[in-house]
């Protein structure tokens, strides 16, 4: 049986070993464009090594300073974690907090059976006094171990961002291609904006936000070929499609579709009934690469 002072000792040996072992793997392998933040061993750590009647727990905390304490339960704090048996983790780790009198908002990891929690069957017998000698060694390799853990933490992460985040892409056309055509930041804010909220079957949004595009790039046109003394005081699509038809900037037909556009951004803008579907959004895109192709 695992004695407290072997425990004690075995923690001494294995705390700057372990803290070693993981911040010279993040060094080697993860320090090229992966945040910190993933990596929170490299930070100032303290350990809190708890010793009990039939298991350990290692509770690792921000700190200031890399540091380390042991603690042993009292009797009557057995059988209060004995009570805990059978209850999910969630609630165990949140009583056990309160018991050792720990923040949970400062815990960064917390392992029961401690760091070889994946192979309870070695916990006690590496921390034994007669396997000292190997747990320097050991406890540098399990730093790496956690360093490794922590990178395929990261790549989930990055994963799930990657599949939740909405594409900027437009499946009829493009879409970068004109945003590069227009050339101007806002546009391409609104645009992007619009086909990411398209994408996502959010078609009002990205209706609203195609008609500010639509907005923009009339005033753009404007600019590009009669100069800014020629724009309109307000930015209403119709004043700007006034302007355009008035030079013949545009001719009949594409001046008719940009006059049934105004409506739409009118509706989409604000409080009003019924749905807008895909249909409606496609032909606001539409409309705007053809715009875009008088930018020459």
Same mark, same amino acid.
């Given at each position: ?22 911040? @010279? ?13 993933? #990596? ?50 969630? $609630? ?53 171990? &956690? ?7 990261? @790549? ?19 879409? @970068? ?11 391409? &804010?609104? #645009? ?22 639509? @907005?923009? $790039? ?49 509706? /989409?803008?604000? /409080? ?18 053809? $715009? ?5």
């Amino acid at each position: 049986m695992l004695t407290f002072e072997e425990f004690e000792n075995g923690i001494n040996i294995f705390f700057p070993s372990f803290l070693e072992g993981y911040r @010279e793997r993040f060094k080697k392998y993860y320090s090229n464009g992966v945040e910190n933040k993933y #990596f929170y061993f490299c930070n100032p750590t303290k350990l809190t090594a708890v010793y009990s009647k039939k298991t350990c727990y290692f509770i690792f905390t921000d700190s200031e300073k890399d540091e380390f304490e042991t603690l042993k339960t009292t009797s009557n704090e057995d059988e209060k974690i004995d009570s805990l048996q059978q209850e999910p983790h969630h $609630l165990v780790r949140r009583k056990l907090l309160e018991l050792f009198n720990i923040q949970d908002s400062s815990v960064i990891e917390f392992d029961q059976n401690g760091w070889l929690d994946r192979r309870p069957d070695l916990f006690f017998l590496t921390f034994e006094e007669k396997n000292h000698h190997l747990l320097k060694d050991s406890s540098f390799e399990c730093g790496g171990m &956690y360093a490794d853990w922590h990178y395929h933490s990261y @790549e989930l992460e990055e994963a799930i961002k990657q599949s939740v985040k909405p594409s900027s892409e437009y499946q009829l056309f493009d879409a @970068e291609a004109i945003m590069k055509k227009v050339d101007t930041e806002s546009f391409r &804010y609104e #645009f992007e904006e619009s086909i990411k909220a398209y994408n996502t079957e959010l078609y009002l949004a990205a209706s609203a936000t195609a008609g500010i595009a639509l @907005e923009n $790039l009339l005033r753009i046109l404007i600019t590009h070929h009669l100069g800014a003394k020629a724009l309109p005081e307000k930015t209403y699509i119709w004043e700007s499609n006034k302007v355009l038809k008035k030079h013949r900037i545009v001719d009949g037909r594409l001046a008719g579709r940009i006059e049934s556009a105004s409506p739409i951004r009118n509706s /989409t803008s604000h /409080t009003n009934t019924g749905r807008v579907d895909k249909e409606t959004v496609d032909e606001t895109y539409r409309l705007i690469k053809d $715009l875009v192709d008088l930018l020459t």
